[in-house]
């Protein structure tokens, strides 16, 4: 048998108080301003991602022009690069 306590009794009472037509009304105002705040959200969203991916394809190709530029001091910090991440990986594996 279940025993129902008397807070428990109160807020079956409470519930059953509750106009539905109300509730109803309620859960479609949450529903429009949830619709309402995502829109706004993916749009913000959207601006910040293509602001971002213009940034890095313009620093992409500025790093491209430099290493243009300085082709041979490109070429040596490539190879300075490769041998100490060869020299550390040889370390690591010893």
Do not use: C, P
Request: charged fraction near 30%; proline fraction near 0%.
């Amino acid at each position: 048998m279940v025993s129902w306590s008397k807070a428990e009794r109160k807020a079956g009472g409470f519930i059953k108080e509750l106009d539905t037509d109300d509730l109803y009304d309620q859960l479609d105002n949450m529903r429009t301003y949830l619709k309402e705040l995502t829109g706004a959200f993916g749009k913000i969203a959207n601006r910040q991602w293509g602001r971002a991916r213009e940034l890095a394809g313009d620093t992409a190709h500025d790093t491209e022009d430099l290493m243009k530029d300085n082709l041979a001091a490109s070429l040596i910090l490539a190879l300075g690069l490769g041998v100490f991440i060869g020299y550390m990986i040889r370390r690591g594996s010893e």
